[in-house]
């Protein structure tokens, strides 16, 4: 079980009070102009968050998962766009973490640790989203060089990012174990970011394609061994889909925060709608939710630090269950402002929007249950 220790909650403390200080104020606006704020990647750096996935002696904080967890939850009370850039320097360097050597660690760590880079996640393909193995793009290998053709699409941080952990086939033969990781830096030659998607939510954060035609990077940036780079991406995956359910609690959090003080100040029939039995049982089955749902999280986030059997398991029905959560509460959070919680001067609705990437990005919660039942059911099975 999980034990919040001082440091965490001095760690919590510092970024909620940066979390109103400067992000609060900025959330509204670059959800509504989709604008990828660099002055609230400024703050972030300044209070080291970006360092959260790394270790010290690269220039991270050294910090364990729950810390990573507890800092996007914090961050996506006021703005899920902003928790996601923590949440997603996380997922793109994660690859490098399992499987870099340490001329790797040494070489990448250092700027994404500081924020100088930001990173990203390569997976998805127009024909490969839950499908994962159904990866097209080719790597082929010409003497101390790769050669990258294909296409990513729906990449978070595209266009930002400067460090792209993306997966490659280089052996189309052997399905998923001749799937292999690389690291591209954005300068590479014959990389560019195509189509940036407009979006129903976290919308300040920058979705798109990324497009190898020859694109050229040195052998050196392979992650591990050709042909593991389907594993590290599983292994990726089962470390940060817990950062997606803190994204959905804090969502969720933030939006139980704003309907409940909403409802002690508008007035009906005479009273504050919080005199309301009806709008009193939403609220606490709200509360209850994400109590619950922030239980299986933290426990998720400390198995995965432990290397625990149960990890993989915990960390699907961790961000299945939260995101289901965010769903429902923030759906809920509308429905108590009312008419109100429809338009766009409260923040509910913007939380509503963002709520629902939750139940779909970093594997459909139909993917997680999937990985649920078959971790159940390996138990059983011969
Ligand atoms: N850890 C280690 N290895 C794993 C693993 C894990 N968690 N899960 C699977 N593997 C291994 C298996 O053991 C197997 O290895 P062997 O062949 O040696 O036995 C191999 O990987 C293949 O596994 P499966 O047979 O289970 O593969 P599958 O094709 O049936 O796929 C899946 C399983 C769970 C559906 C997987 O494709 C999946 O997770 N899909 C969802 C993809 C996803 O989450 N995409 C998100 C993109 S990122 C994103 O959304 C980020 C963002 O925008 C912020």
Known sequence: MYQLTEDHIMLRNMVRDLAQDKVAPRAAEIDEKAEWPWDIVEALRSADLFGLPFPEQYGGTGTDL?????????LCKVCASTGLMIAVQGLGSFPIVIAGNE?????FFPKLASGEHIAAFGLTEPGAGSDAAGTKTRAVRHGDEYLLNGQKNFITHASVASIYTVFASTDPSKGTKGI???VVESDRPGFKVGKIEHKMGIRA????????????IPASNLLGKEGEGFKIAMQTLDKSRPGIAAQALGIAQGAIDFAAKYATERIQFGQPISNLQGIQFMLADMETQVAAARELVYKAAVLLQKGDREATKYSAMAKMFASDVAMRVTTDA???????GYIKEYPVERMMRDAKITQIYEGTNQVQRVVV???ILSKYER
């Open 66 to 74: 729950l810390s990573f967890i507890i800092v996007i939850e914090e």
């Open 103 to 107: 001329e790797q660690k040494q070489r």
């Open 180 to 182: 292999s990781a690389f």
């Open 205 to 216: 954060s920058p979705t798109g394609e990324l497009l190898f035609e020859d694109c050229r």
């Open 334 to 340: 509308v429905q108590i402002l009312g008419g109100y």
């Open 373 to 375: 039942a078959r971790a």
